[in-house]
């Protein structure tokens, strides 16, 4: 009964913390304003404790500039930066959300309380201003709770947490005595911090879903460990460390048997990771990378019935983004071990006639958007992220039309002076860019765009109506179907999910309905 309670406290620990840290503000404010309850502690202010210019008033001094709000706060803008290369983006804006909430509703209070401060014999910039509550405690306890959930969401060793939970608590102490011992703050006030800090670390960490405690484990009490490999691209994830200790705290935490890790090559892309896994009999594959990363894991996996756990850590991330899946790497793990297998179409595709076992998830086509895939620099998507795309598409934009054919099922044959054919199976882009709006990853089917512009004129009024998400336009022919056959008049260069495929003159496409089963909430 009593581990239950604990453990439903650990999972509840945020919720709790910010409606009892709430409540015992709101009482002591009443207390301190509008009773004499805690009059005898404020007395405590009232006496002068160092004297000013000797060494123990100059080692406080210090303290409480070394200290000041804006220097935490920038601390922990860097902590956040640092999150976010990293995709921890939960935990990167609950760091930026914490900082602010601090900020902003310390200096609110101040300037509607208005409380004057204690008569202090030090005259720098940290004893001035309204009084309640303190800033120092108020950032201070702000960021000591943001450090513990920093911790916990990289999941560091215990002896690791526990070391950061004790320099929180000392470092707390040490500025709330400083407040106090330059007669800066009423004690009051410091406490008031305090529970203000716990406050806004609480409400961050809750709106962000950060967890400041690890959860407790949910083994398996039935039947055999179940097993899973690892299929990770080492130049898409960035901290190997935190990525692999995150796995492996979902993997024990569920009573799973330990991971098979494969790391990805640069002259194999997964197909031979994925095959052993095939090989090896998991009960699930986690697959960490890009979009091409991806492609190959569940093109290998299609059909297999192993269900597929992703970790976005590309740039587009666009089966992620469609299917729902997290962009933070932590909240993706827990969808990966905590989802549901659901079933998604794969696209199969051949090339010239050949007979081929490749598979596509989200996007392929021939045209522009293939040179802008194959023109897009590795090097600089590192840098700009998808700005890189641009970049291309700016270098493609006064290229010739191709002489295209394009046969749905068994539908005529149609031609078009087309600058992009592009088929899918799922239809959102990067920035929430609906491309094929009626596409589902689930519906049997695919879909087709043949974009014909005859000027530049008919190509900004095509990109309005994707960025705008209107309907159809002239020049623009949208297609559903259950395979499809795409002709030109001479090779052109052709991409899958993201990926330059080579060259091609005729690209085919079937949908195989329900081939993969993927993760999902």
């Keep these: 009964m009593l581990a239950r309670l604990v453990d439903r406290f650990r999972r509840h620990f945020a919720q709790t913390t910010l409606v009892v840290s709430l409540v015992a503000l709101a009482a002591w404010t009443l207390g301190t304003f509008a009773t004499d309850w805690l009059a005898p502690l404020d007395r405590v202010a009232a006496r002068q404790h ?20 804006g220097l935490l706060a920038m601390l922990m803008v860097a902590v956040a930066a640092w999150a976010w290369r990293r995709r921890l983006r939960n935990l990167s804006m609950a760091l930026l959300l914490s900082v602010s909430l601090a900020w902003a509703s ?5 300037l509607l309380l208005g409380r004057p401060r204690p008569d202090s014999p030090f005259d720098v910039i940290t004893a001035h201003g309204s009084s309640y509550p303190s800033s120092h405690v108020t950032m201070a306890t702000t960021v000591a709770l943001m450090v513990v959930a920093t911790t916990t969401t990289t999941r560091q060793p215990v002896d690791s947490r526990y070391l950061w939970r004790l320099v929180g608590v000392l470092g707390v102490l040490t500025i709330s005595a400083d407040r106090i011992v330059m007669n800066a703050h009423w004690p009051t006030d ?16 809750l709106a962000c879903r950060v967890h400041m405690l690890p959860l407790p484990p949910r083994h ?5 460990p179940r097993t899973c490999a690892v299929i990770w691209n080492p130049s898409k994830v960035l901290d190997r460390a935190s990525f692999r200790r995150t796995l492996e705290y979902e993997l024990e935490a569920r009573g799973w048997a330990d991971a098979l890790w494969l790391s990805t090559r640069p002259d194999d892309p997964g197909y031979a990771m994925a095959r052993e896994a095939l090989e090896r009999d998991v009960d699930m594959v986690v697959v ?10 569940c093109s290998e996996l299609a059909n297999s019935g192993i269900p597929v756990g992703i970790i976005p850590a590309g740039t587009g991330n666009l089966l992620a983004r469609n299917l ?3 962009l933070d790497e932590v909240a993706a793990a827990r969808v990966a071990f905590n989802g549901k297998p659901r079933p998604i179409d794969l696209v199969r595709v051949r090339i010239d006639g050949e007979q081929s076992t490749e598979h596509f998830a989200v996007m392929a086509g021939i045209g522009i958007d293939a040179r802008i895939m194959q023109n897009t620099r590795p090097e600089l998507k590192k840098m700009v992220g998808s700005a890189a795309y641009f970049l291309a598409a700016a270098q493609e934009l006064s290229a010739e039309p191709m002489d295209l054919t394009f046969q749905a099922d068994d539908g005529p044959v149609q031609h078009r002076r087309a600058m992009m054919a592009v088929v899918g199976n799922v239809g959102m882009l990067q920035g929430g860019i609906q491309l094929l709006p009626n596409a589902r990853p689930n519906d049997g089917l695919l879909d087709l765009i043949v974009a014909s512009p005859r000027g530049y004129v008919d190509m ?46 005729v690209f085919e496409a079937e949908v195989a309905p329900g081939a993969l089963l993927v993760m999902q909430h």
């Design 106 to 110: 310390a200096n609110l209070l101040k």
């Design 324 to 326: 729902e899946i997290p």
């Design 50 to 69: 160092l004297t000013p210019g000797s060494p123990a008033a100059q080692v406080w001094e210090a303290i409480a500039v070394v200290t000041l709000p």
């Design 460 to 505: 900004a009024t095509m990109t309005a109506r994707f960025l705008g998400r209107r309907g159809t336009v002239d020049g623009v022919d949208q297609v559903q179907a259950r395979r499809v056959r795409l002709e030109v008049a001479q090779q052109m260069p052709y991409e899958l999910d993201g990926d330059s495929g080579g060259r091609t003159t």
């Design 288 to 297: 960490a990378g890009g979009d091409g990363t991806v492609r190959v894991v």
């Design 220 to 224: 398996r009490v039935d039947g055999r």
């Design 190 to 205: 410091v406490v008031a911090g305090f529970l203000l800090g716990l406050v806004c670390a609480s409400l961050a960490c």
